[in-house]
């Protein structure tokens, strides 16, 4: 029985070991609250003994524990316990055991929840958007709260690596599926602009340290992959590119070029080539110029700019890259419509005919009418002096 009462003692001065205790059900109840402390003993079971030892027993422990009770030193009222490398000041939470606690969720918990989950899984887009759009609805019913959700999709799509083509898609998926618009604008207007405080800082943040720089790539890599995913509808229904978006790429590749550092360099480069044939096609049929000086700047900073060895290859590469057409190949002109002007393999397929010294000719040769009829004069291909099948007597 000592050896119970001496177990007590030490559980008082290590609370570490409560929670075993309490599961080991040894200590069934303890409540600081009230001051109050009592303890319910279970001793473990032995073989059974006669009444009248049990008996003994029991009356000889009772008194055992009355003499240590009364002669203890422990308070009720003394200061509670805390083991060293404790928190005395956790933050309160409130724990219902009957049901469990659960913080309540949050719109940027969601966001940063479906966002993730695109961003592990990018090839579960099409499946899942349909859903995460009707969350989105069924959480954003005011202003505020769009603000809120414009803010979170833009600051992922320019924080997670690799996100900003799954972002650029969710972000031109809800403009057409997001039913709230405010008279603040709705979601693409409102996303416009949170891009544009980002290109109002372009000329700061180009020459700022590696730390904004690296945060001005991110939104120049984003503006492009929004560019391209972004559609608009016209007046007549068809979906548009944001011309807003042009000049603004157009003027962030400027930025990049004044500062020609390696990283600003590098930023430009990978701009260029995932949008540079789309840029190129739509600035030509505005009849604007920009690409041919964006070339020229390239040039230009090969022949004076100090960059490194690598950067410098990306470069004459870029530059090879759109002496190509950004090396797309146009596909030949159709059988019915191709000419010898339009379809440099017209004459592919015809024959070739050799004159009467050896000398080859075909259909493409200047002076294949001439030559052509000769042989058909000589060899008279038009008599039939040999009868009908050729083997008349």
Not at 265 to 276: P, Q, S
Not at 278 to 291: C, N, Q, R, T, Y
Request: aromatic share 10%; net charge negative.
């Amino acid at each position: 029985m000592l050896h119970y009462t001496l177990h007590i003692i030490e559980i008082l001065c290590n609370m570490d070991n409560q929670q075993n205790i309490l599961e080991n059900k040894k200590f069934t109840e303890i409540s600081w609250n009230h001051f109050n402390l009592t303890f319910y003993l279970r001793r473990p079971s032995k073989p059974q003994q006669s009444a009248n030892a049990n008996s003994m027993s029991a009356s000889r422990s009772g008194n055992e524990v009355d003499t240590i009770v009364k002669s203890s030193k422990l308070s009720a009222s003394a200061p509670e316990f805390v083991p060293s490398g404790i928190n005395q000041y956790e933050e309160n939470t409130f724990y219902d055991d009957s049901e469990g606690y659960y913080g309540e969720p949050t719109l940027a918990d969601m966001v940063t929840e479906f966002l993730g989950h695109l961003s592990s899984s990018p090839g579960s887009f099409e499946s899942d958007i349909e859903y995460i759009t009707g969350m989105f609805n069924s959480w954003v019913n005011t202003e505020e709260l769009l603000n809120e959700l414009v803010e979170l999709i833009y600051t992922q799509s320019t924080a997670i690596p690799n996100f900003a083509y799954t972002g650029a898609r969710l972000c031109n998926y809800l403009s057409h599926h997001l039913t709230i618009s405010p008279q603040s604008g709705n979601f693409r207007q409102l996303l416009l602009k949170r891009c544009r405080i980002e290109y109002e800082q372009r000329e700061v943040a180009v020459r700022g340290d590696a730390e904004t720089q690296k945060k001005l790539h991110s939104y120049v890599l984003f503006l492009g992959e929004l560019y391209l995913n972004l559609e608009v509808k016209s007046a007549k229904g068809h979906p548009n590119r944001a011309d807003i978006l042009l000049q603004a790429l157009n003027d962030l590749m400027n930025s990049l070029f004044n500062n020609p550092v390696d990283a600003n360099l590098i930023c430009a480069v990978k701009l260029l080539k995932l949008t540079g044939s789309v840029l190129d096609d739509a600035w030509k049929e505005s009849g604007k110029p920009h690409m041919e000086k964006l070339i020229q700047r390239i040039e230009t900073i090969l022949l004076d700019a100090t960059c490194s060895r690598d950067v410098r290859q990306m470069l004459l590469k870029l530059v090879e890259l759109r002496s190509s057409d950004w090396g797309r190949v146009r596909a030949a002109a159709a059988a019915s419509n191709a000419t010898p002007d339009n379809d440099p393999n017209y004459f592919m397929n015809e024959p070739t005919f050799y004159t009467e010294d050896g000398t080859p000719f075909t259909a493409a040769d200047p002076e294949y009418a001439e030559k052509y009829q000769e042989i058909l004069d000589r060899q008279d291909y038009f008599s039939d002096a040999d009868g009908e099948n050729g083997n008349e007597l």
